[in-house]
């Protein structure tokens, strides 16, 4: 009898895979997706660790801001800077006096100008020696409380001798009364020189002093208040964790590397990269 040898059977060859251009496509993109996911969530992590040490220390800046008074110095200085910019004011309408007016008037435009910019020399005086006076409380408190970013550039001075935080304070306070004062004295100095204003022939330049005539009224009207603002002024009034977010998100100002203080607010930062992209995007159309 025959023997039946098995025979095993066929094994068909495995294919070749063959790497096509879109293969390539595919690998190049999906790889550099890959690594673009990674890189994101990295710099997601970066910036969570970073953010978290950022609004703790805009916190405690924001506290020493209150603490040092350089809060209550800045109330001042929110009037003396609305009277700087009703003296810039008036140096616009200046430029419609020169080529619609007489040298005449022009000269008593000029002379209304000048005491009217001279009538806020003692709150401009009176908000600088504050101002010194607060900077060098909040480097002193700064130093003691380790704070190389608010040392200030004085260092020696802020460590040499203790700082009476309780009678700078105190001193600080007292200038409540003397801006009482210097404002009503102010106020009555620029009334007197609104009841004898320039006399302008064009239509379009006794327009322009009229609308700021209006500005310095209103100015006028607020200066009482912000002497209540100084007589309610706490120092002592705590200051909430979530300020340092909230002024972060809604903030105006982007203020940094200051001499008087930092301010992070994204509005700035997020209008200016809105302004590039639409600059971006008109120039690429």
């Given at each position: ?27 190049f ?24 040490g ?29 009277h ?95 801006f ?13 020189l609104?009841?004898?204003p ?7 330049t006794?327009?322009?002093f ?5 500005r ?13 603002k ?19 998100l ?15 607010g994204?509005?700035?930062l ?16």
């Open positions: 009898m025959a023997e039946v040898v098995a025979t095993s059977p066929l094994v068909a060859p495995r294919p070749v895979r063959r790497w096509r251009a879109d293969d390539f496509i595919k690998a993109f999906g790889s550099n997706a890959l690594i673009a996911i990674v890189v994101l969530g990295l710099i997601t992590i970066f910036l969570f660790r970073e953010g978290f950022f609004f703790g220390q805009n916190l405690r800046n924001i506290r020493l801001y209150r603490r040092a008074g350089l809060e209550y110095v800045d109330i001042m200085r929110d009037a003396a800077n609305a700087a910019a009703l003296s810039r004011g008036l140096n616009l309408t200046r430029k419609s006096v020169e080529t619609t007016e007489s040298a005449e008037t022009l000269a008593r435009f000029d002379q209304f100008s000048t005491a009217f910019s001279d009538s806020a020399d003692d709150l401009n005086g009176l908000v600088s020696d504050a101002g010194e006076k607060a900077v060098a409380l909040r480097d002193a408190l700064a130093f003691q409380a380790g704070d190389v970013d608010r040392r200030g550039e004085n260092e020696e001075r802020a460590g040499a001798a203790p700082v009476n935080e309780g009678a700078t304070i105190s001193a600080l306070r007292a200038n409540t009364a003397t009482a004062a210097i404002s009503s004295t102010m106020a009555e100095k620029i009334r007197g609104l009841k004898t320039p006399a302008f022939e064009n239509t379009k006794k327009r322009l009229d609308n700021w005539s209006k310095v009224a209103n100015y006028l009207a607020i200066l009482p208040g912000t002497t209540k100084l007589e309610t002024w706490d120092r002592d009034a705590p200051v909430p964790a979530y300020r340092a977010v909230t002024g972060f809604f903030g105006r100002d982007w203020i940094t590397a200051s001499f008087w203080q930092d301010w992070y994204i509005i700035p997020l209008v200016g990269s809105i302004m590039v992209s639409i600059v971006a995007l008109v120039i690429a159309v």
